[in-house]
């Protein structure tokens, strides 16, 4: 793999790929990177449903919001990848919420989305994080069990764009010394 801090500093949403297909071996090292994310009590909360089929593709990009600049990269990519997460799990200890944010299942699932983020854009791959859909709808097309949600869409593919580097904050803007 590549150098970290780059990967961190050029990686971007992609929303337009390429025609070109994404190996099994290669969508399989992204799922490696999920396997190795930390998660609250090593829970491991998180379910990925590789989507490779353009009926189900086409049928998500109809629940993501119409206002969704990705929802044509739903359609097009060559992999979506549904990050799904088994609820009531992270955060819990003896079947009792263990802190004041309750479920950490989010929690977890953003550090596994960007283990995908990151891995993909080591291997040449562009993403996108989806998460303005109505994942009532994502879980019933996707047979998604009832301890389970649908939580983000990731489409994956080779990038047909280069975005520009969005406006970032500042360090002394929101690193605080001692207190806040």
């Not at 150098?3 to 090292?29: G, M, N, P, V």
């Not at 299942?105 to 993909?120: K, M, R």
């Not at 709808?137 to 649908?150: Q, T």
């Not at 939580?151 to 803007?173: D, F, W």
Request: overall charge neutral; hydrophobic content about 40%; glycine content about 6%.
């Amino acid at each position: 793999m590549g150098d970290l801090w780059e990967a961190i500093e050029q990686r971007r949403s992609i929303r337009k790929f390429t025609d070109q297909d994404i190996s099994e071996s290669l969508t399989e090292q992204v799922l490696e990177a999920v396997k190795m994310a930390p998660s609250w009590a090593n829970t491991q909360c998180w379910e990925v449903v590789v989507i490779r089929d353009e009926g189900i593709k086409h049928a998500l990009a109809d629940i993501v919001s119409p206002k969704n600049p990705a929802t044509r990269a739903v359609k097009t990519a060559p992999v979506v990848l549904a990050l799904c997460g088994r609820k009531n799990v992270s955060g819990f200890y003896k079947g009792k919420s263990s802190t004041k944010f309750g479920d950490w299942c989010l929690f977890d699932l953003g550090i596994a989305t960007q283990n995908i983020c990151l891995a993909a854009h080591d291997l040449g791959l562009g993403t996108v994080i989806v998460g303005l859909l109505d994942h009532d709808r994502a879980n019933r097309l996707l047979n998604v069990p009832g301890e389970c949600d649908c939580v983000a869409l990731i489409p994956m593919g080779y990038p047909n764009q280069t975005p520009k580097v969005p406006k970032r904050r500042a360090i002394s803007e929101f690193a605080h010394q001692d207190t806040f």
